[in-house]
């Protein structure tokens, strides 16, 4: 479906141009026409089905064709779980609205308060939030929501991960009015409690549901190497970024100090490094996300803040150097690649102690992985069977004669490796530096 089928706005397509998309994605061909509709929308889709768009549009045409429900008050509340993605969420906001009248403003914890009470104060027509900071402007009385006109929740499911249930019943509460539109977006809808907090929100909603949380992108290519141990897994990134096409890469990791040290690693590699994790200032977090997306450096290793929010078309590979635990964070680490149209290369290594977290996202995803090889890297670890039981003491049982030895096991077929081919355009790849041998460096 093309985008000017929409009757959108003539205003708003033509700030919309700048984005370069005609065809729409099935979750912004499904929930558009209903959210531009005025009705209530609960609706989920896997990360990077492009929801963002398939919300702020319908939004936006809102404010072009509707009068205000109130002078002062907010007409559009976008709730999201991360001062990353609401970051994301407002950049593209402001290039829909960009030389309009309407203003915007982020209003994220850890950030200036007295800031964002002198920005509630000019009145704007978008606010872009995170609920608990939202909540705390509704406490002190800076911001009122009466004349609130959409209610849009994004990722509703990490929100309530996240601890925000009763924030996002205190902002309902405070624009509880019948002429309310609200939007309602998670990755899934077989949680009981996004089920009831969806029940609480919206009015006779339309469910719109592309897929499941577990489904993958058809655009990324997984690809699965076993690992002895931290040198080999090592070696093997070492090997990946020396032989593929690659624009820019993230390198996801289980610990803080992994972050920074794999990042110290590959710049001694000769690429241009930058590291993400939760002990960071804000200040830092924000100046390291930004320099990626403008393509400052080709590598970011991160722990799990850059699995969710980061919308960048130019991160051709994520590698799971460490396999995440909860394993739907696996699906979210894998969509950072393969956005806006471009095919993109998950590569995961699984040492020993990754194994159980590694079944786990196999069980969750319902598919089992083709375990791949490279030639002079070839593991010795072929994976764990089962977990190891408690040994009991052997009782004393009389011999069985010519009992039949149990068969083994197979370890996990493996398959000659194909990579896409991210000489795409738009696409100018990087090639890590070859080693310089002694005669070289002399």
């Known amino acids: 479906m093309l985008f000017s089928e929409f009757d959108l706005d003539s205003r708003l ?25 005025g009705k209530d929308l609960l609706a989920s889709s896997k990360t990077g089905s492009g929801k963002t768009l398939a919300y702020l549009l319908p939004a936006v045409h809102r404010l072009y064709t509707r009068k205000a429900l109130a002078k002062r008050d907010p007409r559009v509340l976008i709730l999201v779980p991360t001062r990353e993605l609401a970051k994301q969420v407002y950049a593209t906001l402001r290039t829909l609205i960009a030389g309009t009248r309407f203003s915007s403003i982020l209003v994220l914890g850890g950030e200036n308060f007295n800031d964002q009470h002198k920005n509630f104060q000019k009145d704007p027509h ?26 849009i929740l994004d ?5 309530l991960d996240l601890g925000f249930a009763a924030d996002l019943r205190a902002i309902n509460n405070a624009a509880n009015h019948r002429r309310r539109q609200t939007l309602f977006f998670s990755a899934t809808l077989d949680d009981t409690e996004v089920n009831e907090l969806a029940q609480e929100l919206l009015y006779e909603p339309v469910r719109v549901a592309i897929g499941h949380g ?19 897994k090592q070696a093997l990134l070492q090997h990946f970024l020396e032989t593929l096409t690659i624009k820019q890469a993230i390198v996801f990791t289980a610990t803080k100090q992994d972050t920074v040290r794999l990042a110290e690693l590959l710049a001694t590699w000769g690429l241009t490094t930058g590291s993400l994790n939760g002990d960071m200032s804000q200040s830092a977090r924000s100046k390291v996300m930004d320099d990626f997306a403008r393509g400052k450096f080709n590598v970011l290793v991160s722990t799990d803040l850059a699995s969710r929010g980061l919308d960048i078309a130019s991160v051709s590979h994520v590698f799971n150097f460490d396999i995440p635990k909860p394993a739907e964070e696996f699906v979210h680490r894998t969509g950072r690649t393969g956005r806006a149209g471009f095919q993109g290369d998950a590569i995961s290594l699984v040492g020993p102690k990754d194994w159980f977290n590694f079944k786990e996202v196999e069980d969750y995803l319902k598919r089992s992985f083709s375990i791949s090889t490279v030639e002079g890297l070839e593991p010795t670890f072929t994976g764990i069977t089962q977990k190891r039981a408690p040994q009991k003491k052997a009782k004393h049982k009389a011999p069985v004669k010519n009992k039949a030895p149990k068969a083994q096991k197979k370890p996990a077929a493996r398959k000659k490796v194909v990579f896409h081919d991210n000489e ?6 990087f090639r890590l530096p070859k080693k310089s041998t002694q005669t070289d460096s002399e």
């Open 13 to 37: 397509m033509k700030s919309f141009g700048h984005f370069g998309f005609e065809h729409t994605t099935e979750i912004q061909a499904r929930a558009i026409p209903e959210a531009m509709a």
């Open 126 to 151: 978008f606010v872009v939030a995170t609920p608990g900071r939202m909540v705390d402007h509704l406490k002190q009385r800076n911001v009122f929501l009466e004349g609130l006109e959409m209610l």
């Open 155 to 159: 990722e509703a499911d990490r929100m």
């Open 214 to 232: 577990q489904d993958e992108h058809q655009d990324i290519k997984q690809h699965v190497y076993l690992c002895d141990h931290l040198d080999h």
């Open 424 to 429: 795409q355009q738009g696409f100018e790849p």
